[in-house]
C-alpha cells in the first residue's frame, strides 16, 4: 500500500534561518506531488505541484521554493523564513490522471 | 475568479441526527467535486467524489449531491457520532486539468452526547 511521510513534524525556526521540508512518498511510482500550506482558521492554499522529476510549477509568488530530485521525493526550501511563513505544510500525492489527493501528517512551523 | 464558500460557523448537532454541510461555488461548474475530512492537527482524508452527471452519492452513512444549477454540494452524515466531529472540506478543480485543487475553507462540525 501506499504511504506518505513528512519531516520534521513540528519545526520552530527564527526569522531569516534557512528551511527545508522533506517529503516522501512509498509504494507507487511517478506520482503527482503537491505543497499545501495552511494558515490558523485559513484554508488549504496550493504552493507548488510536481508532475515529475524536476517539473515544478508554482502557484503563488513566495519566499518559498520547491524540488523533486527524485520520482517520490519532495522538498519545500526557504533562503530566508519570514514571519509570515508559519503555518502548518502539508504534501500530498496523487495518481496522474485520477482526481483525488492523499495527504501527509503535515509540518507544524513556527517562524518567530 | 472562483470561490468555494463553506459556512465558517462550526455546527452542533445531537447524536443519531443527521448533519447537513454546505459547499457553494462560483462562476466555472466543475467536472467534479470532492469532500474530505480533517481532524485538528492532521492532513486531510479523502470521503467521497461525486461527478457533474451524478445527482447523488452514498457511501456507509454518508451522502453527497451535486446541483450544478445552483452551484452547490450538500454533504449529509446520518446517524451521526461523536467519532465524525472534524473539519469537512470540499474541493474542486476548476482548471479540468486534475492538477490543482481548489479547497474551502472548511466547517467544523461537533457532535454531543
Not at chain 1, 72 to 97: E, H, M, N, T
Not at chain 1, 98 to 109: A, D, V
Not at chain 2, 33 to 45: I, K, M
Amino acid at each position: 500500500s501506499q504511504t506518505i511521510h513528512q519531516w520534521p513534524a513540528t519545526l520552530v525556526q527564527p526569522v531569516g534561518s534557512p528551511l527545508s521540508l522533506e517529503c516522501t512518498v512509498e509504494g507507487t511510482s511517478n506520482p503527482n506531488l503537491y505543497w499545501y500550506r495552511q494558515a490558523a482558521g485559513r484554508g488549504l492554499q496550493l504552493l507548488f505541484y510536481s508532475v515529475g522529476i524536476g517539473q515544478i510549477s508554482s502557484e503563488v509568488p513566495q519566499n518559498l521554493s520547491a524540488s523533486r530530485p527524485q520520482d517520490r521525493q519532495f522538498i519545500l526550501s526557504s533562503k530566508k523564513l519570514l514571519l509570515s511563513d508559519s503555518g502548518f505544510y502539508l504534501c500530498a500525492w496523487s495518481v496522474p490522471g485520477k482526481e483525488t489527493q492523499y495527504f501527509g501528517p503535515g509540518t507544524r512551523l513556527l517562524v518567530l | 475568479s472562483q470561490k468555494i464558500e463553506q459556512n465558517s460557523e462550526a455546527l452542533n448537532i445531537q447524536e443519531g441526527k443527521t448533519a447537513t454541510l454546505t459547499c457553494n461555488y462560483t462562476n466555472y461548474s466543475p467536472a467534479y467535486l470532492q469532500w474530505y475530512r480533517q481532524d485538528p492537527g492532521r492532513g486531510p482524508v479523502f470521503l467521497l467524489l461525486i461527478r457533474e452527471n451524478e445527482k447523488e452519492k452514498r457511501k456507509e452513512r454518508l451522502k453527497v449531491t451535486f446541483d450544478t444549477t445552483l452551484k452547490q454540494s450538500l454533504f449529509h452524515i446520518t446517524a451521526s457520532q461523536p467519532a465524525d466531529s472534524a473539519t469537512y472540506l470540499c474541493a474542486l478543480d476548476f482548471t479540468g486539468g486534475g492538477n490543482k485543487l481548489t479547497f474551502g475553507t472548511g466547517t467544523q462540525l461537533k457532535v454531543e452526547l
